[in-house]
DNA sequence: CATATGACGACAA
DNA sequence: ATTGTCGCCATAT
């Protein structure tokens, strides 16, 4: 068994439950605080290959772009959207403004709990 | 070991 | 703004 490859995954859902409600954050940045550089792709991979009766956000993980992942009009699309709507996180022309529900985990965590977050492992 | 694939990302036309 | 290419990286065949 690859223990490493749990191990990557089980940090990378740790990443989406610290998104906080009513943001979002791109698979690049979750691969990031992950500790995975420009392991977007593995963030998705991870996120398709979620166990079931997880409890993980994925809903706030979208494209750097602002784009939802998936295709427009399918199931998990309009989930997701449904989802983010309910958080007031607006998508608009199919897109949603990073600039404003972007998550920034330095400034909230210097604002919850200072010079704790270069203490990891 | 060689290819193909994917819930990505950055960049050039 | 939209589309195409290429780079990345773990898996699947």
């Excluded at 859902?13 to 690049?28: L, N, Q, T």
């Excluded at 996180?89 to 998550?103: Q, S, T």
Aim: aromatic fraction near 8%.
């Amino acid at each position: 068994m690859k223990v490493s490859t749990e191990k990557r995954n089980e940090r990378i859902r740790a990443a989406i439950c610290d998104i906080p409600e009513g943001s979002v954050a791109s698979y690049g940045q979750i691969a990031d605080i992950a500790g995975i550089p420009r392991g977007a792709r593995q963030v998705g991979y991870a996120l398709r290959h979620l166990p079931s009766g997880h409890s993980v956000p994925w809903h706030r993980v979208i494209q750097a772009s602002g784009k939802i992942a998936f295709k427009a009009g399918s199931d998990a699309f309009n989930l997701q959207s449904k989802r983010l709507a309910k958080e007031d996180v607006a998508i608009l022309n199919g897109r949603i403004d990073m600039k404003k529900y972007r998550w920034q985990p330095d400034l909230d965590e210097f604002l919850w709990k200072p010079s704790a977050a270069w203490d990891e492992d």
